[in-house]
Structure formats: C-alpha cells, structure tokens
C-alpha cells in the first residue's frame, strides 16, 4: 500500500519536473495569485530585496510559484522557481524528516543518551538524549562571538566541526530549559551518521532529498560550482552590498542547506501533510511541542515550531535567518496550504505575518 500511495502522490508534482523555472500557476486561484504577487513585490521593493522567491501549495499539488526581482544583480539574472536560496534554520526542518525516518526503521531511539550514537563526544554533568538535541532542551549552546566562524573554514566531515562547541558545559540540566542552538543540531547530524552509517548528506539524498523529489536541495558548498545558486547580498547603509563569505560546513543539519521554495513544498506536501514515506504516527512525534520539567510548553517538536495563527488555524513553522538570505516555510496540516518563501538578503522584515497574509489570500480565494 506504501507503494502505490506514492505513485499516486507523484504525478500530481511531475508538472513541477518539467519546469525550465518559469513560473506555475493554477488558474483556480488566479484572483489570490494576484493579490499575493502584488504583496511579495511590494515586500522586495520598499525593503530593497534583490529577489525573492514563493511556493503556495497543497500536500498533492503546486497552487503558485514564482521568482521576484534578481538572483545575481552584477549579471541581471533573475530568480525563477530553480533559484536556490540559503535556508538558515529551515535546515532544521529538513533535517527533522531524517530524525523521523531513523526513528521509525528502529535504528535511533530518541531517549537514548547521545553518547550511544557519538562516543567520542565529552561526557557532561548530565547525560542528554538526541529527542532533546532536535528539541533545543539538551542545554548545547549556541553561537558565541569568540566562535572561529569569522575567517570561513572548511570543515573535512560533521565530527570536524564539533570541535567549536565540544568541550564547554551545557547551560542547564537537559529538560529543564528550552536554549536555541544551532550547535545541538550540529551534534545530532553526527547521531544521524552513526544511526545511518553513512555520512550526513549522503543519508539525507537518500533518506528526504530524493523520495521527496527534492532536486534542488543539497549542501551550500562554499567552494563549488551550483547550479542555479543565487548571490547573497546585505545593506551597508542604503547601499546593497555582496553578504560576506562565508563557509557553513560546521553546520549542515542546522544552517547549511540550499533549496527551492518548491522543493520545500514537495517536501512537506508528500513527507508531512500527506506522508508516503513516513508513518503519520511519525509526522506526529515531528509536531509534538515538549514540555519541560516543570510542565512548561516549549513550543517547539522535532525541528519545527508549533502555534495559533492569527485566524485561529494551527500552524507548524521554522524560520532562517543566515548571511545573506532569509527563509521562512509555513504549514496549515489541518488546513492543507503549506506557503514557502526565500529572499537573498540578510536581515529583511519577511516573518509570520508576512508569510500568513499570503496564505489568507488562498484561503479567501473562492469567498
């Protein structure tokens, strides 16, 4: 049955294989299709964004998407829906579907100390488990200014860069506080790798990027030629200026990934919304808020933030924010709208309510 739910699922994204990136639009929602391009461009012109790109769609279907202004200004060149922007933190997210799979095969236990999976790592005060490192209660730290991220440097494998956090204490006992790091996740791709038996990316081409049809997704390697990647860019003043470089090795799982709003929409549309691969009792686990010790609702599952939006819908969400590049993805699981965007500047006003006024569109279309 797994089987054929996922040739069922796939010719309803094989017009997406298709496309030379130009832009796809259903006709059914023309009218919000309109409004929702009128607001994006608005959001890159008064902000000074060089491009912007936005996927709309269902767990079987692209409703719209559609490149905004410019991937590279120097050349002109501009975005289309084969436009691969930084995702930041959304890397969490795509990364959370490989947690979820190993968990579900049997070969990770999420409650199991991390040191089953990554012997080498330095025994704390208090043992932590890799549900915690996904869940930001493992009490890893984040960045830090004295950090070795200012010159870039290319870390050889994930062991590699565990180096920069790997010997400092953790912050709080494992369970009893909620810490934002991005260095936990750096941790749990070496929980992946040793849970998989396999390198990182390699598990993650074969475990998320390709049953999802995710063919634009992959590593920002600093040093290759890619494809179809856009130039990154920042404000210095009024003026845009190239971001700098940087080299997001030591940080794959958690803030290294490059994708395609449309990618990020088949990955959740077939993965999440409507698994094929995954069990929905997996998905679940995924959306699952922690509570802490002492009862507290942290908000936040498996690589992913759990809420209310402002009609009242639930609403699952991760957010980047990266050098040279802003990433938010949205999910309306009991609504069936997933909205995705990506922009190649650093430190631009594109968050929830952005994101839900483009979604309110769709839901107003046929009103």
């Not at 990647?229 to 971001?243: D, P, S």
Request: hydrophobic share 40%; charged share 20%; net charge positive.
């Amino acid at each position: 049955m797994k089987k054929l739910l996922i040739l069922v699922a796939l010719p309803f994204l094989h017009p997406v294989f298709g496309q030379s990136g130009g832009p796809i639009k259903d006709k059914a929602y023309r009218q919000a299709i309109q409004r929702a391009e009128r607001f994006v461009d608005s959001l890159r012109i008064k902000q000074d964004i060089p491009g912007i790109s936005v996927c709309v769609g269902t767990a079987g279907k692209i409703l719209w998407a559609e490149g905004f202004g410019f991937a590279d200004l120097e050349a002109q060149r501009p975005v289309t829906i084969a436009s691969k922007f930084r995702m930041g933190s959304v890397s969490k997210s795509i990364t959370s579907l490989a947690v979820g799979k190993l968990v579900e095969d049997g070969k990770l236990d999420p409650d199991a100390p991390v040191q089953q999976y990554v012997p080498g790592f330095p025994a704390k005060k208090y043992p932590f488990t890799p549900r915690q490192l996904a869940t930001h209660t493992a009490g890893i730290r984040h960045y830090r200014n004295s950090d070795p991220l200012a010159c870039p440097k290319r870390y050889a494998n994930v062991q590699d860069g565990l180096t920069i956090f790997n010997q400092d204490s953790l912050l709080f006992k494992p369970g009893t506080a909620f810490n934002y790091s991005t260095y936990g996740y750096s941790l749990l791709s070496a929980v992946i790798e040793a849970a998989s038996q396999t390198d990182f990316l390699s598990y993650m081409q074969r475990a998320v990027f390709t049953p999802y049809g995710m063919t634009s997704t992959g590593a920002d390697f600093s040093d290759s030629i890619v494809t179809n990647r856009v130039r990154f860019y920042e404000h210095q003043g009024k003026q845009r200026v190239n971001a700098p470089q940087v080299d997001n090795s030591y940080k794959w799982a958690g803030g290294g990934l490059l994708s395609t709003p449309v990618d990020l929409v088949k990955m959740c549309g077939s993965g999440l919304l409507r698994p094929t691969t995954l069990r929905k009792e997996t998905v679940a686990l995924l959306f699952t808020p922690q509570l802490l010790a002492n009862g507290k609702n942290t908000q936040y599952g498996f690589g992913w933030r759990i809420g209310t939006g402002r009609q009242g819908r639930k609403i699952v969400h991760h957010g980047g924010l990266i050098d040279g590049g802003r990433t938010f993805l949205l999910l309306y699981p009991e609504n069936d709208l997933i909205v995705a965007i990506t922009a190649n500047m650093s430190g631009v006003t594109i968050n929830q309510p952005e994101v839900e006024t483009i979604a309110d569109y769709f839901f107003a279309n046929n009103r």
